[in-house]
């Protein structure tokens, strides 16, 4: 066995430039801050080449740890994935997902249109072993703090990927869930529950008083039983496993919620600049309210059940985001993520 | 036609008194204060007759728009509703309903156990032509304003009576909603939306895509298609229809994001309780986001679909709260809102 000390394998991250609301540049310019960060990760960029070389000749970074590769097409926020995809063979997100599948790269991170990164994904890789059905996850911020590092941060799995899950889906969901918040957010035994309209085992629709029972009986899950919507913001548990419709909806609830809040912290800010004091302590009211509701504060969400890794970081991202993408996605791929998971789901 | 003048009609409005977190008093009392404001209405009051006559002796009211009905029996606030129905033959929240569908009271008002109450509803109750599944509605509060009364209220049904709601259950909610919205907010052409995730029409499981296609297709109602989760707080439209399990899972989320903000405040409150200015600034900013996510300051929630109207007013009801409960439950009574929903359904 080697020490801890050794230097890291080398891991090569393929960025899709192109996606994102704030064009190449930003995510150029994350990757170039990877690139002198941490010496054992490589970045290859795929995109329009012209753009990439502009943006990375104003960027201070390592030139060979990172690595371009020409697409000629690329996806809008606002396509239909489908259509897009089919329509544009030589699309960013594709070219870069193939990419990964050939080896070029061990993970892929966007910030571009969500589900041209599933159906990319779903092209060319394979879903783990037993796993029937891919999903979107979401790191959310908490009342409560988890795991090791304290984190004020849940998981809450598929939130959009599979709308209608089953029983099984469910399971494996959770089992995901699990497996990804021990490796990243290094919280070794994760309180895992099912999203229910009632905290008793028979309550909710059929697939999810199956799942319940069939979680029931899942060795190495630490299952804690149904948790309701209040849980939610609460942060009962460490992963929340639901169906994509449901938890889709949650998640943009979380979103309204914070606007609202955003809202009044505006309109608050307005009516009362002369209230110097005041206006310091509602600020800071307000900050730890706009952190419980900001989901978004956590860069990136993984697609979870695929051989691969997919981190997609919201398109409002940074380069800042997009670094911490990056270092997730590596982290994943070390500590072989897609092993973890199919290790844990029951046989 | 009278004129709007002439005195209304009578209506009695049957009162399980044994329900809710307060006892019989706060129930008692709220009906007394009814039969102070509203000469038109009388309540009949269901439960233990010792119970009820020692709390009517504290209180003024009007002794001849109150009757006393007894019940040997209650179903607590933890009780399992069918297994407590079964064991209790003469629970109050049982004989009240049995009392209305016999003709005695014109409508129920309960802030007790939700359950055993939809379970003794639809026991006694009739569900109306065209309904084949009833519905809990909640008004919540929103960032948007709505209808004539510029009310802050949204109303989101179902909450929790139906789990699994097929297409034609969505429907027929959204006919239910809009013509609660109409009698009781005064909203004359409500804006109705199916919860999905994502606007367009063919979003969402395919119960969910069904409805959509059906509501466009109703006449006499403003359907404005999907909404998402986002919506929700901020209030897009003034009806939201889904099945009775995400419904309930995004209440309990409002109550959740609701109780997080009241601990924040608290917490406020406790550190800077010197900085006085401030404080009173905090505490308007957050009175504010606290109306926006609190879904019980508007008392009662209907239960839709059955030839009788059911108010459920919250567990932490006061006489206030009663008292209102009972008056929108005689506006509907008068308004015949089960007649308003079968003229609304498609034909």
């Known amino acids: 066995m080697q020490p801890e000390s050794s230097a890291p394998e080398p891991i090569t991250i393929a960025f899709d430039v192109m996606g994102g609301d704030h064009g190449p540049e930003e995510v150029v310019r994350g990757a ?57 063979p030589d699309a960013s997100i594709s070219v870069a997902a193939r990419l990964v599948a050939e080896g070029e790269a061990q993970a892929l991170v966007s ?39 304290q984190d ?39 309180a895992v529950a099912l999203l229910s309209n009632g905290t008793e ?13 069939r979680l029931s009986r899942t060795p190495g899950l630490r299952f804690i039983g149904n948790v309701e919507g209040v849980d939610i913001p609460k942060g009962t548990a460490d992963v929340i496993a639901c169906d994509g419709f449901v938890g889709n909806v949650c998640l943009k609830m979380l979103e309204g919620i914070h606007e609202t809040v955003l809202e009044l912290a505006r309109y608050a ?31 990136g969400a993984p697609i979870l059940g695929f051989d691969r890794i997919f981190i997609k970081a919201h398109g409002r991202s940074r380069a800042r985001a997009i670094a911490n993408a990056g270092k997730v996605a590596a982290k994943a791929v070390a500590k072989d993520l897609a092993r973890s998971i199919e290790q844990g789901l029951p046989s």
Request: aromatic share 6%.
């Open 111 to 149: 910030a571009g249109n969500t589900g041209a990164g599933v159906l990319a994904c779903a092209k060319h890789f394979k879903l783990i072993r037993g796993i029937r059905r891919a999903a979107l996850a979401a790191v959310y911020p908490t009342q409560a703090l988890h795991g090791q590092k």
């Open 269 to 299: 800010y307005k009516e009362k600049l002369l209230w110097r004091a005041g206006l310091a302590m509602l600020s800071s009211g307000i900050e730890r309210i706009k952190q419980v509701t900001d989901w978004e504060q956590y860069g």
């Open 201 to 213: 085992p028979r309550k909710g629709p059929p697939r999810v008083v199956e799942a319940h029972e």
């Open 152 to 190: 004020p941060f849940s998981l809450i799995l598929d939130v959009g990927a599979t709308v209608d899950a089953t029983a099984e889906d469910l399971v494996a969901f959770s089992v995901m869930g699990a497996a990804y918040s021990k490796i990243i957010s290094k919280n070794p035994d994760p």
């Open 32 to 88: 170039a801050q990877l690139s002198l960060e941490t010496p054992h990760l490589h970045a290859l960029l795929v995109g329009d080449r012209a753009l990439i070389d502009a943006a990375l000749e104003g960027t201070r970074h390592s030139g060979e740890r990172i690595a371009v590769h020409h697409a000629s097409q690329w996806v809008e926020m606002s396509e239909k994935p489908s259509l897009a995809l089919a329509q544009k």
